[in-house]
């Protein structure tokens, strides 16, 4: 083997180096390697652009920037740069038989990370005849903003990975990779982006297997909930006084990628993420303009429900206890991951979350099972369960429960002494990390890590994990069926078992099946919960974002709706609002008969909101701006929400929002009905009496 070995590759030449592995053989390392062109100035928050050739030979030996971030996982300051498009390339052969290619996503909360050698060294699966590869993709919001415009759909760090693997596939050839076998995986946010890529038309033919570790799309910490709002977020967080997405585009495009990555951070603080259950920016589903290409344009649940996903080997798992979680307010935690906002509903769920996690305790392990579950493995669980219902691919499912020296949960604050695996804690049985270089491992530890590469080399060769009969695989892994749940129990021997969790598990079925509404991400969504007055006359307030009142035969009610910032559901229909109104104002002492008398103290509602959804609400009048300018932007929000016709407008109905140049009860438009039509012993007055009261909050 040559020391300084070159490489040609479509941009140019490439010198690389000779690394020793830890058996003593050498391999071949490629470093710092540009899949596209910088993505800088007016290309911040664009798709990846294409690479431009090079002189001479470009030196391989160093990694390239990270991107820019700030490592709450380890705690380490500001580092990395927006010029960040590189990855590694590591090889045991230049020459000979084209060998399977493993490309590897990594996670940190779609916040941080890279794939630096430091934590992702390549060495114990190179040793088993294949070429790794590690990427650096754009991070937080550099990554994931989304304006929902053609110059900025969002997901540019989900086309980042496509972009590398297009390169991958171009190129691998030239290091001794089989560029028609080539396997992604990723932990954590890696593992929701490589199942969100096995679905995405972009992806096709440059992926024939897939691994997703400890993450999946299903996962709520996979979609961002709504990307306007955490736009506006970011730019006021930096002192941008307009909330035109014009302005802040052009705002941010000018910020300094260090103050940008620090609000990012303040936004996003990893301690606050049990509670809200979210990340700010993160994928997103994506709005279909003319020749701009997209990763995601509908719900993945649908995507894998109906066969989309790539009919490619899929293996997906988890550890044993993901997330330590200390201290949780259940029923908020519930109504953010369930998407549950009437509070007699969160109060069902949480007696029957209780019975079954908390039956003596409710200590570290009860709470941890419980936020494990509804942030990783539930979401794991969904996406195996459809895809065996569909695939005629084999899918594979997992769970790592060894604990021993190389967990990584050892070496970080997060695992609080609970003795069980972790989240991360099997990445120290298939990389070599320097967080671990000064851990004694133990003759078990060295046995499990032989076990995991083994496994994972031999699904990407094969996409049969258990395709050898040894000493260390002495068992059969079989891949789910619509049937059987087959899962494999990783500790300290292999098990095959079937149906993990399943009481757990069960649980979240029945309800997910009763009470869940998919919390999908779509711009300016308040449109979408009054699709059917969309033709209805308005008359503008400055505090009341809607009213709807319906006058039907049986009984006429006002419906309110308010709404705040993470778990406003503005899918549910007409009726299901109606309903959830009807409760909260009986709540409050209101009668609601069919003379609408409506009497609400001061502040209540919001009180009862907050109390039942458990959160600050947004304030109404950031709202209505908010709403006022979606509009003013033009976003088709019927259109993003699947329904292509708006429907006509129902009889006797008024849809109210504020203008604040008009005494409202002065503004009656052509179309509006007269006051003498409206229902009785309420009329235009009392309507404004009603929500300025409401507004003065």
């Known amino acids: 083997m040559v020391d300084t070995p070159i490489v040609r590759v479509e941009h140019g030449q490439l010198q690389g180096k000779l690394v020793n592995g830890p058996s003593g053989k050498g391999f071949y390392s490629f470093q710092g390697i540009p899949y596209a062109a910088p993505p800088l100035g007016s290309l911040r928050f664009k798709a990846p652009q294409p690479l431009q050739p090079w002189e001479g030979v470009r030196d391989a030996t160093a990694e390239?920037?990270?991107?820019?971030?700030?490592?709450?996982?380890?705690?380490?300051?500001?580092?990395?740069?927006?010029?960040?498009?590189?990855?590694?390339?590591?090889t045991p052969s230049l020459d000979g038989e084209f060998l399977p290619v493993m490309v590897y996503v990594h996670g940190g909360?779609?916040?941080?990370?890279?794939?630096?050698?430091?934590?992702?060294?390549?060495?114990?699966?190179?040793e088993k005849d294949v070429v790794v590869v590690t990427v650096n993709y754009r991070c937080g919001a550099l990554g994931f903003l989304s304006l929902n415009t053609p110059e900025v759909p969002g997901n540019a760090g989900l086309k980042d990975v496509i972009q590398a693997l297009r390169w991958v596939k171009q190129n691998i050839k030239n290091f001794g990779g089989n560029s028609g076998n080539i396997t992604l995986f990723g932990e954590s946010a890696g593992g929701a982006i490589t199942s969100i890529l096995a679905a995405s038309p972009l992806s096709k033919n440059l992926i024939s297997k897939a691994i997703a570790q400890s993450g999946t799309a299903l996962c709520h910490l996979s979609l961002q909930v709504d990307p306007i709002m955490n736009a506006k977020k970011l730019a006021k967080e930096l002192g941008c006084e307009s909330t035109e997405l014009g302005d802040i585009l052009e705002f941010l495009l000018t910020t300094p990628v260090k103050d940008i990555v620090e609000a990012n951070t303040k936004l996003d603080p990893v301690s606050e993420l049990?509670?809200?259950?979210?990340?700010?920016?993160?994928?997103?589903?994506?709005?279909?303009?003319?020749?701009?290409?997209?990763?995601?344009?509908?719900s993945y649940l649908d995507i894998v429900t109906s066969g989309k996903v790539?009919?490619?080997?899929?293996?997906?798992?988890?550890?044993?206890?993901?997330?330590?979680?200390?201290?949780?307010?259940?029923?908020?935690?519930?109504?953010?991951?369930?998407?549950?906002?009437?509070?007699?509903d969160v109060k069902t769920i949480e007696a029957k979350v209780k019975e079954l996690y908390f039956k003596n305790s409710e200590g570290l392990q009860e709470t941890s099972a419980l936020v494990s579950d509804l942030l990783i493995n539930y979401?794991?669980?969904?996406?195996?369960?459809?895809?065996?219902?569909?695939?005629?691919?084999?899918?594979?499912?997992?769970?790592f429960d060894y604990v021993g020296e190389m967990n990584l949960s050892n070496t970080l604050p997060m695992s609080l002494g609970v003795k069980h695996a972790g989240h991360l804690d099997e990445l120290?049985?298939?990389?070599?990390?320097?967080?671990?270089?000064?851990?004694?491992?133990?003759?078990?530890?060295?046995?499990?890590?032989?076990?995991?590469?083994?496994?994972?080399?031999?699904f990407a060769k094969s996409g049969n994990p258990t395709s050898e009969d040894n000493y260390y695989l002495a068992v059969t892994w079989k891949p789910v069926t619509k049937d059987n749940l087959y899962y494999l129990n990783i500790n300290n021997e292999l098990s095959v078992g079937t149906n993990p969790d399943k009481d757990r598990m069960d649980l979240w079925d029945?309800?997910?099946?009763?009470?869940?509404?998919?919390?999908?991400?779509?711009?300016?969504?308040?449109?979408?919960?009054?699709?059917?007055?969309?033709?209805?006359?308005?008359?503008?307030?400055?505090?009341?974002?809607?009213?709807?009142?319906?006058?039907?035969?049986?009984?006429?009610?006002?419906?309110?709706?308010?709404?705040?910032?993470?778990?406003?559901?503005?899918?549910k229909k007409v009726e299901e609002i109606k309903s959830a109104m009807d409760e909260a104002l009986a709540h409050?002492?209101?009668?609601?008969?069919?003379?609408?008398?409506?009497?609400?103290?001061?502040?209540?509602?919001?009180?009862?909101?907050?109390?039942?959804?458990?959160?600050?609400?947004?304030?109404?009048?950031?709202?209505?701006?908010?709403?006022?300018?979606?509009?003013?932007?033009?976003?088709?929000?019927?259109?993003?929400?699947g329904n292509a016709d708006k429907k006509p407008r129902p009889s006797n109905e008024i849809k109210m929002v504020q203008n604040s140049n008009t005494d409202p009860k002065d503004v009656i438009r052509a179309n509006d009905p007269p006051e003498d039509d409206l229902p009785k012993n309420i009329g235009v007055n009392k309507f404004v009496n009603f929500f300025e009261s409401l507004g003065k909050k």
């Not at 003379?595 to 009180?607: F, G, M, P």
């Not at 039942?612 to 929400?641: A, F, M, P, Q």
Request: overall charge negative; proline content about 4%; some cysteine.
């Open 64 to 90: 390239g920037n990270v991107s820019a971030q700030i490592d709450q996982l380890l705690g380490t300051p500001y580092t990395g740069d927006e010029n960040c498009l590189f990855l590694n390339v590591y």
């Open 510 to 571: 029945d309800i997910y099946a009763k009470y869940y509404k998919p919390r999908e991400q779509v711009v300016n969504q308040i449109q979408a919960a009054t699709d059917v007055v969309d033709s209805t006359p308005v008359i503008v307030q400055e505090t009341v974002i809607q009213t709807i009142v319906n006058n039907e035969p049986a009984e006429n009610k006002i419906i309110v709706e308010e709404t705040k910032t993470n778990l406003a559901d503005f899918e």
């Open 428 to 458: 120290g049985y298939l990389f070599k990390i320097d967080l671990l270089k000064d851990v004694e491992q133990t003759p078990q530890d060295l046995t499990i890590r032989e076990r995991m590469v083994r496994l994972w080399t031999n």
């Open 274 to 298: 049990f509670q809200k259950g979210l990340i700010t920016f993160a994928p997103v589903i994506e709005t279909e303009f003319p020749g701009v290409e997209a990763v995601l344009t509908e």
């Open 109 to 126: 909360a779609f916040l941080f990370g890279s794939g630096n050698s430091s934590f992702l060294g390549p060495d114990y699966l190179i």
């Open 588 to 641: 409050n002492g209101t009668e609601v008969t069919n003379n609408v008398q409506v009497e609400v103290k001061e502040n209540s509602l919001s009180k009862l909101i907050e109390n039942s959804e458990g959160e600050e609400i947004r304030s109404v009048r950031e709202i209505v701006t908010i709403y006022k300018e979606s509009h003013s932007n033009g976003v088709d929000d019927h259109k993003l929400n």
């Open 310 to 344: 790539a009919k490619i080997p899929i293996m997906v798992g988890t550890t044993t206890l993901e997330c330590i979680g200390e201290k949780v307010d259940v029923p908020l935690f519930l109504a953010n991951q369930v998407n549950v906002t009437n509070p007699t």
């Open 379 to 399: 979401g794991a669980h969904r996406l195996v369960t459809n895809l065996a219902k569909v695939s005629d691919q084999p899918i594979f499912y997992y769970k």
